[in-house]
C-alpha cells in the first residue's frame, strides 16, 4: 500500500527537506515505521510510549486519526497523510 | 396609454394586487418567505424603516434590482411612505420580468402611525458612510453591520507579524476598539514584517507605535494599549472587555493560556500561527461564546494539541525565522474571521484549520473535532485554573 507522507516544515530536517515521502504501509503505524526506516529519527519526533506525541497530530485525509482508529487505521493505496505538529510562531 | 399623471397611477394600481398593512404586519409575524423591498429614498429608511426590510431607492431599482433580488419568480412586497411611488415600482419591477410582486398600501407613514414595529438604524456621521461605503454597499454588511463593527471590541494579542497585518485592515474596517497587549518595543529587525511600526518608531513601546499607525489611518478607532505580557494574573482583567480575541502570541505558553482562558471566559479566539514558511489558522468557538453567536460550538486549542511541547523537542530558535509576507497573509485570514464573527456572516473556521505552505501556494483544509476528553473543555474538565508554562524559545 503505497501513501504518501506531508513532511512539515520543522521536520524536514531530517528528510533532507523533501515534503513528501512515499512510503508502504498498511495502517498509519507501519507507514510511519516504514519513514523512521528511511528517515532515522522521525519515530522519536512524532511518537512516544503511549501512541502519537500530544502535540502532534497526524491526518489520513483530513481527518485526525485520534479520531479514527489511532495508530491502527487502515490505508489504502493513494491516501495522504500529513503531520501537523503545533507551533506557535506569531509575534516576537 | 395613460397620458397624465392621475390615469398613469390609476393604471398601475390596477395592474398590481394591493396589500393590506394588517395583511403584511401578519404575514410577517407568520415568518412568510417573501422579500420585503424599501424603495424609499435612503435618509427616509434611515429614519426608520419595517424590520427586514431591504432598501433599493427607486431611483436605483433598474440599476440594483436583478443583483439584489435575482430571482425573477421571487415573492416581492415593496413598499414606500404612502403607496403612490412602491405602485410605480411594481410596474417597473413588472417589465424587467418580476411576475411575483405586490405592494403594500398605504405605506410606511401609516404603518408607523399605527405603532406596528420599525426598526431605526444605528446612525453613522456622513463622514463615516463615505469612509466605509464600499461596506455599506455590500448587502452582507449594509449600515447595520457597520454599525456592529463600529460598536466591536477586538483584542489582539501581540502587536507583531500577525498583529500587525490584522490590526491595520481591522482599525480600516472600523473595529470600535482594539485592544493590543504587547510588552515589546520596536526593533529593527521587526520591520521585515510588522507593518504596524515604522522605522521612524525604532525603540518605542509596539503599543505606543500600533496606536500611532491606527490613529493616523482611522480615527474612528479608540486603541487601548497595554503595555504587559499576557499572565495567568492579567488574563481574566484583559479579556473580560472584548467581544472577539485574536491570537497572533510567539510562543506555547501565551497560547495555551489564551486557549483556556477563552473556555473558563467564553471568548472567541482567532488563531494564527506561522514557522518559516509555513502558517495555521483556525477559529476556536467555545460552547458559552457559541451559544452567544447561536451557532455550533467547535473544539479549542487543547482537543486539538492538549499539551505544549517540552521545550528540547520544540522547534529551536536556531532553526526559525520567517518569510515576512507569511504573516500577512495569516493575519489579514485571522482578521477576516474576526469580522466574520462581529457581523455573523459567511461560515467561520470553526472545527476547520487552514494551512498555508507558501513555498508550495497550498491551502489545505483539516478537519478539527472536539476531544470528549479535553481537559478544559470537556464534559470532566481537569484545568478550572490557570497554568503558567516554563516559558521557552519564542520563535516568528
Known sequence: MEVTVRIPTPLRTLTAGADEVSVLGETVGAALEALEAKHPGMRERLLDEKGVRRFINIYVGEEDVRFLEGLSTKLKAGDQLSIVPAIAGGAA | MPTTYADLIASVRKATREVSLDELKQRLAAKEPFTLLDVREKEEFRAGHIPGALSIPRGFLEIQVEQRIPDKSAKIVAYCAGGTRSALVAATLAQLGYTNVETANPGFVRWKDLGYPIDTPPQLTDAQRDRYSRHILLPEVGEAGQAKLLKSKVLLIGAGGLGSPAGLYLAAAGIGTLGIVDADTVDASNLQRQILHATSRIGEPKVDSAAKAIRDLNPDVKVVGYRERLSSSNVDRLF???????????????????????????????????????GQVTTFLPERAATKLGIEPGPCYRCLYPEPPPPHLAPSCQEAGVLGILPGVIGVMQATEAIKLILGRGDPLVGRLVTYDSLKMKFRELRLRRDPNCAVCGPKPTITSYIDYEGFCSLG
Open chain 2, 240 to 278: 473580560s472587555d472584548y467581544d472577539v480575541i485574536v491570537d497572533g502570541t510567539d510562543n506555547f505558553p501565551t497560547r495555551y493560556l489564551v486557549n483556556d482562558a477563552s473556555v473558563l471566559l467564553g471568548k472567541p479566539i482567532v488563531h494564527g500561527s506561522i514557522f518559516r514558511f509555513d
